[in-house]
């Protein structure tokens, strides 16, 4: 029984986790603002967003692309291909075009391409999406990459495997689509997550079977909860899959790589932070095991790796995370069982708990449990509304408001609460709530029967959106 739940949590957080639409990615929308550019003279400009690209063989799919500076006609550029888990084309190229600028790569990612779509239909929507850009750009044909964020992370990783032209997947907040392809894994894989992140457990045991399996591969932490992760990681990601191909290593680009991960630890060392140490001399050495000589990184490693204190945190934080998955299956049932009254307490003593716990792992460790709940009052709360269940509703958005106050997700499925109780007044002062906290799709809006907003309103909503 218990495997069956963990199964059945594994396929909700496939296939609705959405938990991570927050005011960063608001931020990072309201940063660039470059225009909608009408493509049918098939001229690019480099150095310019482009929010949306037609693709040739399907005109209602379309993708965002970056352009490096350094981008002309006469050469090839290496490639990453992303999938986003909600379609958000122009995320992750607005996150890292300062590195495809730096190291001189394309960026291009799917607007089609999210959660919920059928197997059959992701593949056709990723295969006309890479040929389009092939067909378009100055590819390099031995250096094209896929990377994704949550379940874009298992797209990228089932992109890969079934196009060998693929040589590696840098896959962020999620791991594999199906733990039985670990044997068929025959690419690099550079996989990341927040330390906060309620996906952490899944990719910290993938890292291990991987060790396990030989495959080549980095794992980094990075802090955060469940996103996208910052630059700095997708700059480890470009170093890894650059030292890693013959086609794109330079010495420069090696001297570049060793003076930023000595920076690192030198950080690492000052802060006496041993466990940070580690993952760097285990990255470098990966990473440098076919261009030079690692007998002295490995000496420093097995030294760290003995170290009371980093075996003291190593057992920590196996035992936080064997924690973490049981209390997992019982919070899913309470989600069902406990009364909003049990609910109350259970969240006010977990926040007491991240607030003021001294140990580090165990702070982590009630963050992760902390956004694992905010995705599961999420699930329910979506089911309830679709089934009409709406004192079960009711209960599973006081618990996803207390989670996620600022969850635009969260304002939106309020407002459709207050809908489907025929209380208009709420229904639009929640939606006002969700467009204020980063709400963007007036189509979804739209398509809901169960809104009655007038034209005027919507009109406001509308121009609410555009303002924020």
Not at 80 to 97: A, M, N, T, V
Not at 163 to 192: C, R, S, T, W
Not at 207 to 216: A, G, I, S, V, W
Request: some cysteine.
């Amino acid at each position: 029984m218990e495997k069956l739940k963990q199964i059945t949590v594994i396929i909700l957080l496939i296939f609705f986790a959405i938990a991570c639409k927050n005011q960063s990615e608001k931020a990072i929308n309201n940063s660039v603002n470059q225009e909608v550019t009408t493509v049918e003279n098939k001229i690019f400009t480099a150095g310019k967003v482009y929010k949306q690209i037609p693709c040739s063989n399907n005109a209602s799919e379309s993708y965002a692309l970056y352009l490096p500076k350094s981008y002309n006609d006469s050469a090839s550029f290496p490639v990453i291909y992303f999938f986003d888990s909600h379609g958000r084309g122009k995320l992750p190229i607005q996150l890292y075009q300062e590195l495809a600028d730096q190291f001189g790569w394309i960026l291009a990612c799917s607007n089609t391409s999210k959660n919920g779509m059928k197997h059959n239909d992701i593949r056709q929507t990723a295969f006309n999406f890479i040929q389009d850009v092939k067909s378009r750009f100055k590819v390099k044909s031995q250096a094209q990459y896929t990377s994704g964020f949550s379940g874009g992370a298992r797209v990228a990783v089932r992109i890969a495997l079934e196009d060998k032209e693929i040589q590696g997947v840098a896959g962020f907040g999620a791991g594999l689509p199906d733990k039985e392809i670990l044997n068929q894994i025959d690419f690099k894989y550079f996989i990341a997550c927040g330390l906060d992140d309620f996906n952490y457990a899944e990719l910290f045991e993938l890292h291990k079977e991987l060790n396990t399996k030989e495959k080549d591969h980095n794992f980094v932490v990075f802090d955060s909860t469940h996103y996208w992760p910052n630059a700095e990681t997708m700059e480890l990601a470009l170093y890894y899959f650059s030292l890693k191909n013959p086609f794109l290593r330079t010495d420069s680009l090696l001297e570049d790589y060793l003076k930023l991960e000595t920076s690192k630890i030198n950080i690492a060392k000052n802060r006496n932070d041993i466990p940070t140490q580690v993952a760097i001399f285990e990255r470098m050495i990966n990473n440098l095991n076919e261009i030079q000589n690692t007998i002295e990184i490995k000496t420093k490693l097995k030294n760290l790796e003995t170290t009371k204190q980093y075996t003291d945190y190593q057992s920590k934080t196996e035992l936080a995370l064997a924690n973490e998955i049981k209390y997992r299956s019982f919070a899913t049932d309470m989600m069902t069982y406990g009364d909003t009254e049990y609910w109350n307490k259970e969240l006010t003593d977990l926040e007491f708990k991240i607030s003021n716990s001294t140990d580090q792992v165990q702070r982590h460790s009630n963050r992760r449990i902390k956004g694992y709940l905010g995705l599961m009052a999420y699930v329910f709360l979506n089911n309830s509304l679709e089934t009409n269940l709406l004192p079960d509703a009711q209960k599973h958005l006081f618990i996803y408001e207390k989670l996620e106050p600022k969850n635009p997700e969260m304002h939106y499925l309020k407002a459709l609460f207050y809908a489907r109780q025929n209380n208009h007044h709420l229904a639009l002062v929640s939606m006002e709530e969700a467009v204020k906290n980063g709400f963007t799709d007036l189509e979804r809006i739209r398509k809901e029967s169960a809104f009655q907003f007038s034209e005027i309103e919507l009109e406001i909503i509308r121009k609410e959106m555009i303002s924020e």
